[in-house]
Each structure stands twice: as structure tokens, then as C-alpha cells.
């Protein structure tokens, strides 16, 4: 079992930044694929970012030269640092640790982008 604590959301006017991090609990953070996905009202979840054991890192195309994501395996942690931030980024984010046992999802954080 992998617990996800996502933290850094929040409040943002458009251009901004914000760094949202994910705290997963197990031993096994550094063989994990690490990823974020993003849900705004009324629409699907969408993959954001992902991070793979062995470091390749993969971008959606919305945030591309924007978000960049990374991760920290003696912290357990993986982090989202957003740039640049527009309103149509504004959504819940979500953490995923995709392991050999399983998924796992935390339980999201608040971004909202707005003047």
C-alpha cells in the first residue's frame, strides 16, 4: 500500500508560479513511475507529467516549456514546479505512483489561476 500526500496548491494570479509537492509513504518511491494529472469542473482527469524510475520525464503538450516536474527519491517525493500559470490550468492535482503492486492516487490539491 503507497499513500500519496499532495500540498502546494492554492491562489495564483495568470503568470504566476506555484510548486506542488507529493509526500508517498513505502520503501519502494525510487522504483516507482511518478505522475500528475490534473481534473477541472466538469471535465475528465488529464496526465499532466510523469517521472520514471529511471528519470526519463514526460510532458503533456499544454504545459510543455512551463511545468517541470522532478523528484527527490531520499525524500520520497515528487514535485511539479509550474511556471507561467494561465487560468486554463486551474484544476484539482493529483499524484500517481504507478508500482508493480499497483496504482495509487493521493488525494488531489487545490490550483486555482485568477486576477
Known amino acids: 500500500q503507497v499513500q500519496l500526500v499532495e500540498s502546494g496548491g492554492g491562489l495564483v494570479q495568470p503568470g504566476g508560479s506555484l510548486r506542488l509537492s507529493c509526500a508517498a509513504s513505502g520503501s519502494g518511491f525510487s522504483t516507482y513511475t511518478m505522475r500528475w494529472y490534473r481534473q477541472a469542473p466538469g471535465k475528465q482527469r488529464d496526465f499532466v507529467s510523469l517521472?520514471?524510475?529511471?528519470?526519463?520525464?514526460y510532458y503533456a503538450d499544454s504545459v510543455k516549456g512551463r511545468f517541470t516536474i522532478s523528484r527527490d527519491n531520499a525524500k520520497n517525493a515528487v514535485y511539479l514546479q509550474m511556471n507561467s500559470l494561465k487560468p486554463e490550468d486551474t484544476a484539482v492535482y493529483y499524484c500517481?505512483?504507478?508500482?508493480?503492486?499497483?496504482?495509487?492516487w493521493g488525494q488531489g490539491t487545490q490550483v486555482t489561476v485568477s486576477s
Open positions: 517521472i520514471a524510475s529511471g528519470g526519463g520525464i
Open positions: 500517481n505512483a504507478f508500482t508493480g503492486s499497483g496504482d495509487y
